[in-house]
């Protein structure tokens, strides 16, 4: 058996092609994954090790909250460097300062996107060892009114030393001489960031407050371990600061990167085990297709004497060596899709920094490893089917397909897709493992009813074909002839559709959302904000001063943000307002208290926030910040606004009391846009959107969002239309008699062609259309759940789902070119002459 099973797959070498290529591209598309983000990942460690490779030891305050990597932390005295360097064992110490800064170009433009790329400033550090910067040319800031500037940023504005910029910091902003050029290490900039490098004097003004400093590195004597000298260290300054070793340092800042690189690299291999769930529906329907065309042949070896268990062992080493072989080839297309990836970033505006390419063995063999198990799992029930082929089946030519009315099908695939449902919408409240439970379960089980759906929906889809005649009536026919095989092709491209569908409503529901928001909730005239990608990037508050003192700007409202745990649970930011304006340029419905009293330790709630709390006016609310514990007052109640300042605010006092952001996320203005625009000028970062704008800004930013969710999706449509083509070719094969007697009674090869062609476009409408109609359940569902998030109005975009339904059919077409040539081209009499 062995020995004919292996004859059989030398002798059927297309199918084995066909069939190892939705394997190879789903291996390939896991392994590429896997080596992207294993490559960033160590690009960026290697990057931050290098950045404190001389530092062996490191001293900070300590914070309540764990800080990730950028993170503004609590500062502390500079003037404890001169105690630190007076350290037995202490070689070197210099202070750490770190701030947003931002160069100016040439051009009065930001140089750098900071929605996608930090911009950070820090002193230049004389102490060679502790400094990861190395010029490359220039020289180093001789006076508080010169800077570095990375080379990367420097190549992009096109400055050369000597040259005059402006530089954007928290406080106004303030031109400096280019004294040099540098590079981080051998890279043209840290990671792809920008970043200036000031004096120490001028650090600590522009970047952290005069006095202080983030934390002060510490080089020891080359006979002094890193745990003693930490050790002498942090005898010498007391318990108020804490001192780590350098190796812990490194290790900590890789770690808060990992998980900052954590969600994207989930984000891509989700993807990727949607093209390989979609696999296996092509690798199922394949072998489905083989075992029934070789019923016969099958049916003749258990009549001479072979087992079930030897026919089923022989399907399955078919699928062994199809999915060996695909996944092994799939681990080197592996690379090449990593490559992809990184374009497919650049493209989308996020650019990957340089690094090798890292190829970890348990990932490869991970990626080998499913690609085999899910070819042999989809091969199982097949193989299954086989075994129990009787040897009478040899006697006829194929089995009729009765799936489609099966009351057996009928109730298991509703049962499990109600279940799917069920585990989704339970799972929408946070549990984010049981949502892709549930959707799973879903599509398995809309897959089960699916030959219960194609019988009439094929009848439904065929009916305008068949006023084009033969061909529209015998492709219509051949698609209800079998609807289990045309269930099961188009259920691959149910699921990429599904998913297509699911985000497109979801970004239309999120677009409708903000708009009605926007129109009801925001009063002011304009927003102004600078787009940073994070809480360390953002506005000076000097703009906002100036837009008091303007004429013509009649309201002001800055909005700042932090890390907090606000009665144990934490944020993911905390809003701060400008209490005294904040109802001014927002609606917040009833207020019950007073705003103007927060101050320094007041907080406002909205009441659904309070009732699920048990809060009340004068409620204590404990509140931890980075730099130490607090506990405010609740001075107010509102019952509205929420999309805009969320579930709880407090005044700019507090976040700087307490040791929060310095700069401001936006400012929220009522006034003339010429006052706005002229002031706002001079802070180049500074964008003043009208309401139209805004919403431009925040529609672009989905809609780049979403055509990266599409190109990650592509992958599985290719798939599953590789599916279709596929399973038209090998029904081809089982119709060859057939074809072969329509060509005899005259049907032309154009017609041949055009019933191949319309059958692949049934199909490939009947899974959109099932994709289509579960997307549109997904995004209902979620912005249900999200009601409370302000993504509360459900938008079905009709115009755009019609354009995914035109161009599958149109990809169904050209999935079906060659297939129907191979039909067209068949000989007739070798055709009829078949047994």
Known sequence: ????????????????????????????????????????????????????????????????????????????????????????????????????????GPDGEPVGDISKHPAFGTNWVAVDDLNPYELASGHAPGNDGEIVIDKASADKAGYQPGDVA???????????????????????????????????????????????????????????????????????????????????????????????????????????????????????????????????????????????RQVKRSVLIEAVVTGALASGAGLAAGIGVASGLGQLMSAFGFDMPDGATVISPNAMALSFAVGLIVTVLSAWLPARRAAKIAPFA??????????????????????????????????????????????????VGVSVLGPVLARPVAKVFGMPLRMRGLSGELATRNAMRNPKRTARTASALMIGVGLIGFITVFAASAKTSMAGSLETEFTGTHIVQAGGWDNSTGLSPDLADELRSTPGVDVVSQARMSAAVID?????????????????????????????????????????????????????????????????????????????????????????????????????????????????????????????????????DVDTMLGLFYALLMLAVVIALLGIANTLALSILERTREVGLLRAVGMGRSQVRSTVRWESIIIAVFGTTLGLAIGTF??????????????????????????????????????????????????????????
């Open 1 to 104: 058996m062995l020995t004919l099973t292996i004859k059989q797959l030398a002798a059927r070498k297309l199918r084995l092609l066909t069939t190892a290529f939705a394997v190879l591209l789903s291996v390939a598309f896991m392994a590429g994954t896997v080596v992207f983000t294993d490559t960033i990942s160590a690009t960026f460690d290697t990057a931050l090790a290098e950045a404190d490779e001389g530092v062996d030891a490191y001293v900070r305050t300590p914070s309540e909250i764990d800080r990730g990597y950028g993170e503004p932390g609590p500062r502390l005295d500079a003037s404890l460097a001169q105690t630190v360097a007076s350290v037995e064992g202490v070689d070197d110490a210099a202070l750490r300062i770190n701030g947003y800064a931002q160069v100016v």
């Open 166 to 308: 402006t530089v954007l910091t928290k406080s106004a902003p303030r031109q400096f001489t280019i004294a040099g050029i540098a590079t981080f290490g051998t890279a043209d900039s840290p990671a792809g960031a920008t970043a200036v490098l000031f004096t120490d004097t001028a650090a600590t003004e522009l970047l952290a407050t005069p006095g202080q400093a983030d934390g002060i590195a510490v080089t020891a004597d080359p006979v002094v371990s890193q745990a003693d000298v930490a050790a002498a260290v942090q005898a010498a300054v007391g318990g108020d600061v804490e001192v780590i070793t350098g190796a812990t340092l490194v290790a900590e800042n890789q770690s808060s990167m990992a998980v900052n690189l954590a969600e994207f690299g989930t984000i891509t291999l989700v993807f990727a085990v949607v093209a390989m769930f979609v696999g296996a529906f092509i690798i199922n329907n394949t072998f489905s297709i083989t075992v029934a065309q070789r019923t016969r042949e099958m049916a003749m070896l258990r009549a001479i004497g072979a087992s079930g």
């Open 394 to 443: 040899a006697l006829r030519d194929v089995d009729i397909d009765r799936s489609a009315g099966s009351v057996r099908r009928a109730v298991v695939g509703t049962a499990i897709t109600a279940v799917g449902v069920t585990a989704l919408l339970a799972g929408l409240g946070g549990e984010i493992a049981l949502v892709g439970v549930g959707a799973l379960a879903t599509f």
């Open 568 to 700: 144990g649970s934490a944020t993911d930011a905390l809003n701060a307002f400008d209490a005294t304006t904040v109802d001014e340029v927002f609606v917040l419905g009833s207020v019950e208290g007073d705003l103007d009293s927060l101050g320094a330790d007041g907080i406002a709630v909205s009441a659904e926030r309070a009732a699920e709390q048990g809060w009340t006016i004068g409620s204590t609310v404990p509140a931890t910040f980075p730099s130490g514990d607090t506990t405010f007052v609740v001075e107010a109640v509102y019952s509205g606004g929420t999309d805009w300042v969320g579930s709880m605010f407090v005044d700019l006092d507090a976040l700087v009391a307490n040791g929060g952001d310095e700069l401001d996320y936006r400012v929220y203005v009522s006034g003339d846009e010429k006052a706005i625009t002229s002031v706002a000028a001079a802070h180049a970062s500074a964008d003043v959107l009208d309401k139209d704008a805004f919403l431009d800004v925040v529609n672009s």
């Open 778 to 835: 997904f995004g209902w569902a979620i912005v249900r759940v999200m009601a409370d998030q302000g993504i509360d109005t459900l938008t079905v975009p009709v115009g755009n789902l019609a354009v995914v339904t035109v161009i599958a059919a149109l990809a169904g077409a050209m999935a079906a070119v060659m297939p129907a040539r191979r039909a067209a081209k068949l000989d007739v009499l070798k055709a009829l002459a078949m047994a």
